[in-house]
């Protein structure tokens, strides 16, 4: 698939897709919808409670003002968790766990199959695998 109809069915242009490819990393807001696209979540979900909860906002493409709304938590408070400056305290890790197991854990909720892509037909972005195909030269595709 060429970079232009990876963006098309993206909604990014694809200069960006292109940027995704050499420079290494996606967007926080795009990252739902890539995963879409793939058709998996590639991103492995950690085991500890406040790694989920990291994960839970990246997969969902979210702010700490957004996690915070959907938490009922301050988004500073989510910060000093996320970041490893404070610990939270009994009763919010029970809220932490409540929130995870009663919210839908990214886009469609769907994990990484356990076969891996062939490289030759997958670029490395960041931590995930996308399928495109590098925008062939006008020489090479004879235009």
Not at 27 to 41: A, E, S, T
């Amino acid at each position: 698939m060429y970079q232009k109809d990876v963006a098309a069915r993206l909604d990014v242009t694809t200069p960006t897709v292109w940027n995704w490819e050499n420079r290494g990393s996606v967007d926080l807001r795009f990252i739902p919808r890539v995963i879409k696209f793939l058709g998996y979540n590639p991103i492995p979900q950690p085991k500890d409670l406040l790694g989920r909860l990291a994960w839970y906002k990246q997969v969902n493409g979210l702010t700490f003002e957004q996690l915070g709304v959907e938490m009922g938590r301050d988004p500073e408070q989510l910060t000093d968790w996320l970041s490893g400056r404070h610990n939270p305290c009994q009763r919010n890790w029970k809220r932490i766990a409540f929130f995870l197991a009663s919210h839908t854990q990214g886009p469609d909720a769907v994990q990484r199959p356990e076969v891996a892509l062939p490289e030759d037909r997958a670029t490395t972005i960041g931590s995930m695998k996308f399928l495109t195909a590098r925008t062939m030269s006008a020489k090479s595709s004879g235009t």
